[in-house]
């Protein structure tokens, strides 16, 4: 149990990015442009990196450690990130329609997000196994984890001048895991020998290692608006979604469910559920713990991204901008993500950045960014995580990149 509650906290961030900040508006027209973006992001509101780099890269976890992250935890948590890698190409005088001059938008890419909200039980049931817990209740209630990765191919418009664009993508997907702990408990006596476990939930995973699991429709959106600022300039709105869609599981999704109270006496925890459990020798552990198993083939709305945020003018004359906004995911995992910071245009091929952030998977957190341009290309290179890069008390760590050519 102890394992399976460890691999639980900590496998999410290492599989698992956010849309690189700042975005940048170009003005100008282009016969076509093709770009790359990619990164990945983790974080969390307790659980800090020295105890992730640890496990991943190889490391000895004190009890310091253990006991800073744990002493963070408060009722509700959260951990998780995203990571992603997209192609894209605009072909803006390709005519589509004969009474608008919309282009041609073409995309492809790769995504994996998920996540958990939980509560401190978990952690410390994971990391200081049921000792701490002796004579208590172990509280896993309201536990919430859910993982999808897939891939997506998709064909739109984009308009010239505005650069506004729609498109609509097919999706595969590659995997799911979605995890509904709604009532868990585990009580033991003072003496470990009586336990009742108590369990309310669901967990749904693919019962095979195909990687086309399943498919679906969804579509990306972007609009951008401009409105009269300070001193009479304009600035730009931008709305943007990404993902926006459900999917189809054709592939068969095992389902375990259970509501149940389990008891035994006479049995430390450790007999339970240790390498030499009881549990390991009997013929049926589900039919024992009363879960019941079966196949589902289940429809999903995606993790959709949607944003609204003042931009940086990438042609603006203007030494120093602002930009700012609201980031969100639909699920309980990712809370409303805020951000805000300043664009110092140093010449006409390099600029920096700095960025303060709140929500998400953590809590407050500080970026930075730079960006190159060289002829046709342009070069950003961003972090929403800064502190990520020299402290092992950040609560995670983030890096992004962003390419485009202009033809």
Sequence with gaps: MRNIVLLIIVSIPGLLSAQILPQYYDTLEYNSVISFMGGIDYAASAVKKDISKSIYAGGFISNEMKDYSFDRHKGVNRIGGEAFGEFSYSNFKVNLFKKKPWGMHITAGSYYFGGAVYGKDLFGLGFYGNERYIGDTIDLSGTDLSFTGFEKI??????????????????????????????????????????????????????????????????????????????????????????????????????????????????????????????????????????????????????????????????????????????????????????????????????FGAMMSFGGFTKLKGGFYTGVKKGKFTLGVSSENVLGFVSKKASGESLQINLRCVL
């Design 154 to 351: 998709g064909f739109g418009f984009i308009d010239p001048k505005s650069k506004s664009s729609l498109t609509f993508n097919i999706y595969n997907v590659n995997n799911r895991f979605n995890g509904d702990f709604r009532d868990v408990k585990i009580i033991q006596s003072e003496d470990s020998s009586y336990i009742e476990l108590i369990m309310d939930g669901d967990v749904e995973l693919k019962s095979n290692l195909a990687y086309n699991q399943g498919f679906g429709f969804g579509l990306d959106f972007n609009y951008y608006l401009n409105i009269d600022w300070q001193s009479g300039k304009t600035a730009y709105i931008n709305f943007s979604a990404r993902n926006v869609g459900f999917a189809y599981m054709y592939q068969d999704q095992n389902v375990y469910s259970f509501d149940t109270t389990f008891t035994y006496s006479g049995l430390t925890f450790e007999q339970i559920t240790g390498d030499n459990s009881i549990l390991k020798d009997s013929i049926d552990i589900l039919d024992t713990l009363g879960i019941k198993s079966g196949v589902s083939n289940p429809t999903f709305i995606l993790p959709s991204y949607i944003q609204i945020a003042k931009i940086v003018d990438e042609h603006q004359k203007s030494k120093v901008q602002s930009f700012f906004g609201i980031r969100m995911y639909p699920t309980l995992i990712y809370a409303p993500y805020v951000f805000g910071g300043v664009d110092y245009k140093v010449n006409d091929w390099l600029r």
